[in-house]
Nanobody
């Protein structure tokens, strides 16, 4: 059984920074393609960022380009989403998802296992 575990998040003022991390248990971390999605109250889930198993292929949603970065560390078995210049509209539950074969990085259907999510709140 594979478990996806998120950490980080919290409350920050607009313009501030937060980091959310993701790791897995029950599987081989280095084989997972990973992604972050977010869902704000009353809104549909949306793609935020993804990183391939090798760390070479990275994708970011247009709304976060230039502000968010995604990375992974295979020694620590963790993937990080660093969020800078946060805006109130970034407020959402951020969920990490992993999948073995991902053809469309921004599609939630490509990912097999999901974490429970962590809350990110940006105050104005």
């Amino acid at each position: 059984q594979v478990h996806v575990i998120e950490s980080g998040g919290g409350l920050v003022q607009a313009g501030g920074s937060l980091n959310v991390s993701c790791t897995t248990s029950g599987g081989t971390f280095t084989r997972w393609n990973m992604a972050w999605f977010r869902q704000a109250p009353g809104k549909a889930r949306e793609f935020v960022a993804s990183i391939s198993w090798s760390g070479v292929k990275i994708a970011l949603a247009d709304s976060v380009k230039g502000r968010f970065t995604i990375s992974r560390d295979h020694e620590k078995n963790v993937a990080d989403l660093q969020m800078n210049s946060l805006k109130p509209e970034d407020t959402a539950v951020y969920s990490c998802a992993v999948g073995r074969i991902v053809l469309v990085e921004s599609s939630a259907n490509e990912y097999t296992y999901w974490g429970q999510g962590t809350q990110v709140t940006v105050s104005s």
